[in-house]
């Protein structure tokens, strides 16, 4: 069974940095992207970008590139999603999503807050 | 970048009927679209990819269908469970700028 898992909810203070994961579990997470989707209280969904865990090649949304950093280990089957510098407008639901294009297995969702 | 736009924003339908849920493209993405049902506090679903194929489980009362710029999804008999938000997705570029519409809300009449 193919399983993404994330970390948990986040409470943090506008400046402070953020990583959470996403460890996958029922397939060779080296050999398929892993990709990140935002979602903002009560809004749409926002694909930010992805990662290729067998060579750490990553790709970014042109509206996230520079604000975030996409990883993955795989000798621990772990995608990640940081910030250096949180702003309030941070605050959202993140999902990761297996795939490269289409994304047929999700995590269940970190939820980031961000007070200012 | 490719702009997604769904229409209507809010649907609102009865058990039993069908339902119409459409999808424009700004510029031509073939078939390289995607649909996905959101229920509340919860992940996406994938429905749909290419446009008409239906994702593992998918019951046959959903059908997707267009090309190029317009797209539906549709819903022969709507079942209580089938009451959630709906998004479509392109897939068209790469390097990846993939864009989702900003969903139809499809609610009990």
């Given at each position: ?114 007070s200012s | 970048e490719i702009v997604m736009t769904q229409s209507p924003a809010t649907l609102s339908v009865s058990p039993g ?5 459409s999808c424009r493209a700004s510029r031509d993405i073939g078939k390289n679209l995607a649909w996905y049902q959101q229920k ?36 022969s008999s709507l079942q209580p469970e089938d009451f959630a938000t709906y998004y479509c997705q392109q897939y068209n570029n ?16």
């Amino acid at each position: 069974e193919v399983l993404l898992v994330q970390s948990g909810a986040e409470v943090k203070r506008a400046g402070e940095t953020l990583r959470i994961s996403c460890e996958v579990s029922g397939y060779t997470f080296k050999n398929s992207w892993i990709s990140w989707v935002r979602q903002m209280p009560g809004k749409g969904l926002e694909w930010m970008g992805m990662v290729y865990p067998g060579d750490s090649e990553t790709r970014y949304s042109p509206s996230f590139e520079g604000q975030v950093t996409i990883s993955a280990d795989k000798s621990i089957d772990t995608a990640f999603l940081q910030w250096r510098s949180l702003k309030a407008s941070d605050t959202a639901i993140y999902y990761c999503a297996r795939g490269a294009d289409t994304y047929g297995f999700w995590g269940q969702g970190t939820l980031v807050i961000v007070s200012s | 970048e490719i702009v997604m736009t769904q229409s209507p924003a809010t649907l609102s339908v009865s058990p039993g009927e069908r339902a119409t849920l459409s999808c424009r493209a700004s510029r031509d993405i073939g078939k390289n679209l995607a649909w996905y049902q959101q229920k509340p506090g919860l992940a996406p679903r994938l429905l749909f990819t290419g446009a008409s194929t239906r994702a593992t489980g998918v019951p046959a009362r959903f059908s997707g269908s267009g090309t190029g710029t317009d797209f539906t999804l549709t819903i022969s008999s709507l079942q209580p469970e089938d009451f959630a938000t709906y998004y479509c997705q392109q897939y068209n570029n790469w390097p990846p700028r993939h864009t989702f519409g900003q969903g139809t809300k499809l609610e009990v009449k």
